[in-house]
């Protein structure tokens, strides 16, 4: 089975460029979570969507930082514009509902940005 | 909010053991545990559910007192590969639906 996909796997572009990151969840999840991961901050969660609705987006810093999800399939977190403190990986995560139990996230292999 | 992981890191050589805890002050439905390896994505260990159950996953196993709201990871006869950073994820006892808070992470070295 495919795991979850993130486009690009890195990305390089100046300040105050937009940069839009991808990502495709597994397929039959229906919660898709956005981290971004720095040394000095570690994993922090940026938003989560539950059926494609943003159920809590308190972690996205600002609002330069959007996040959609117009289908099951498909999200995206842009960044406009961007600046070098943006610099970070960035990690997309989906998992099933959650009735019944618990379920793990499974984590796609990341976006690398830097801005320069 | 976030989770204190205890040690921040630890070196052990091949075959000893280690234990990782991970606190909140905040009460839990759930501890999830991940392991990250340098330049890869976290990939999960087992999940606790509060209850206080242990789990066992080949020589790694996972406790969760609910009174002391930790979790604590043990990894027995250590082996190279377990090297990496392990991260607690914690899911407060609030019904968010699955949102995870994770702890700053304790890195492992295993050395021969």
């Known amino acids: 089975d495919a795991g979850v996909i993130q486009s690009p796997r890195h990305e390089v572009t100046e300040m105050g460029q937009e940069v839009t990151l991808r990502c495709k969840p597994i397929?039959?999840?229906?919660?898709l979570f956005w981290y971004r991961q720095t040394m000095m901050r570690g994993l922090e969660l940026l938003i989560y969507f539950n059926n494609n609705v943003p159920i809590d987006d308190s972690g996205m810093p600002e609002d330069r930082f959007s996040a959609k999800m117009p289908n099951a399939s498909f999200s995206t977190l842009k960044i406009q514009p961007s600046e070098p403190r943006d610099s970070a990986v960035y990690f997309c995560?989906?998992?099933?509902?959650?009735?019944?139990?618990?379920?793990?996230?499974?984590f796609g292999d990341g976006t690398r940005l830097s801005i320069l | 909010q976030q989770p204190v992981q205890s040690p921040q890191a630890v070196i052990l050589r091949e075959g000893e053991d280690a234990v990782i805890n991970c606190s909140s002050s905040?009460?839990?439905?759930?501890v999830h545990w991940y392991r990250q390896k340098h330049g890869e994505a976290p990939v999960f260990l087992m999940i606790?559910?509060?209850?206080?159950e242990q789990k066992g996953h080949e020589k790694i196993s996972a406790s969760f007192n609910e009174k002391k709201q930790q979790s604590s990871l043990y990894l027995t006869a250590s082996q190279l590969s377990y090297s990496g950073t392990y991260f607690c994820?914690?899911?407060?006892?609030?019904?968010?639906?699955?949102?995870?808070?994770f702890g700053q992470g304790t890195e492992l070295s295993v050395k021969p």
């Open positions: 397929s039959g999840h229906d919660y």
């Open positions: 995560a989906s998992s099933t509902n959650r009735v019944g139990g618990n379920q793990p996230q499974h």
């Open positions: 606790l559910l509060k209850g206080g």
């Open positions: 905040k009460a839990l439905y759930s």
């Open positions: 994820g914690t899911e407060l006892d609030d019904n968010q639906g699955g949102k995870l808070i």
